[in-house]
C-alpha cells in the first residue's frame, strides 16, 4: 500500500534522531540498537511478499544509511492467532533482506493475531486485532481501471460505507501514481502546470501534494443524500493530479491509529521490546486515471 511506504521513510528519519546521542549534550544518551518492526495485516488477504512484514535495526544518524545493512536476517519470526492458538513462522524473503512473510497465512477481519521477533536473546512482540468487514458499496469498479473526467467527481459516484462498528476509524488516500516530470496539476499552482521537483511533489510529512488522506470515524460521514448512510466523496479536493490514481479507504486499528497521530509515533504502534508499528486494516482499493 502506498501510504506504507511514505510512513516508513518519514519513520526512519524521526528514529535515528531519536536514538542517537547529541554531542553538544553529554547528558543525552549515546547510540541505542533498537529492533524496528514495520508490519501491517490486512483483513481478507494472505500475507504474502507484497504484505511482508519488515525487520530492522536502528543505525546511527552518522552513518550512511543502508537498508540492506540495517535489515535484521535470520531472525526467528512467527504470528499466533489468539483465537485458536494456531502459530505461523514467517520465511524470510530470499531477495529482499529483513522482509519476512508466509503466503499460507490468510488473515481474516476480527481475529487478533500476535507477532513474536527473537534476533539472538531479544525478543520483540506486538498484537493487533483487524478491523470487521469493512462493506463498500459503489459505481466505481475494484477490479479494472476507473477512467474517469474531473467533471464527474463529487457527488456522483460516492462510495457509501457499512460497518458494525459506529465509532470504526476510517482512513481515505489518494495517491498519485505519476513521476513527478508527467504528473500535472488539475489546478495549476503556483502559476506552473507541473511540480518542479520531487520534493515539490512529494511534499512534506504528509506527503501531500502527492498524497491526500483523511482520518476520521465512520459515523462522521453520514450523509443524509443517501439514506443517512456514511459515504466518501472522492471530491475534487482529494483530486490534485490528472493521470492514474489509486484511492484506498480502509478500516484501521488502533496501532495503525496512534502510529499516524501521536507525536512520538516509533513509542505508539504497539510493540513491544523494540520500535516501530505493527497494525492491521480492512478495506478497499479503486484504481482511478483522471482524463483532462
Not at 495503525?256 to 480492512?282: K, Q
Amino acid at each position: 500500500m502506498k501510504f506504507q511506504y511514505k510512513i516508513t521513510i518519514l519513520f526512519l528519519f524521526i528514529a535515528l534522531i531519536l536514538t542517537t546521542g547529541c554531542e553538544k549534550n553529554p547528558a543525552e544518551p549515546d547510540f541505542q540498537k533498537e529492533i524496528t518492526v514495520f508490519g501491517y495485516l490486512y483483513g481478507n488477504e494472505s500475507l504474502g511478499p507484497e504484505h511482508a512484514i519488515r525487520i530492522l535495526n536502528t543505525r546511527p544518524v552518522t552513518e550512511h544509511y543502508d537498508a540492506n545493512e540495517a535489515a535484521v536476517t535470520g531472525a526467528d519470526v512467527s504470528i499466533t492467532r489468539k483465537s485458536d492458538g494456531s502459530v505461523t513462522k514467517l520465511n524470510e524473503s530470499a531477495v529482499q533482506p529483513g522482509y519476512y512473510y508466509n503466503n499460507s497465512l490468510l488473515i481474516l477481519p476480527k481475529e487478533t493475531y500476535e507477532l513474536t521477533v527473537k534476533v539472538g536473546d531479544k525478543v520483540v512482540t506486538a498484537s493487533t486485532t483487524v478491523p470487521a468487514d469493512l462493506v463498500t458499496e459503489s459505481q466505481l469498479s475494484t477490479s479494472s481501471v476507473n477512467y474517469e473526467y474531473r467533471t464527474n467527481l463529487g457527488y456522483d459516484k460516492p462510495v457509501l460505507l457499512q460497518h458494525e462498528n459506529t465509532e470504526q476509524l476510517i482512513m481515505v488516500e489518494m495517491y498519485c501514481n505519476e513521476p513527478y516530470n508527467n504528473a500535472e496539476y488539475v489546478t495549476p499552482f503556483r502559476d506552473h502546470k507541473y511540480p518542479d521537483d520531487e520534493d515539490e511533489y512529494e511534499g512534506g510529512g504528509n506527503g501531500e501534494p502527492r498524497r491526500i488522506w483523511a482520518l476520521v470515524p465512520i459515523q462522521d460521514l453520514v450523509s443524509g443524500l443517501y439514506n443517512n448512510k456514511p459515504s466518501v466523496y472522492w471530491y475534487s479536493s482529494m483530486i490534485v493530479f490528472f493521470g492514474s490514481n489509486t484511492m484506498h479507504i480502509m478500516a484501521i486499528d488502533d496501532n495503525m491509529h496512534y502510529y499516524m497521530t501521536m507525536e512520538n509515533p516509533e513509542l505508539s504502534g504497539g510493540v513491544n521490546g523494540g520500535i516501530g508499528v505493527f497494525g492491521s486494516l480492512c478495506g478497499t482499493k479503486y484504481e482511478l486515471f483522471i482524463k483532462k
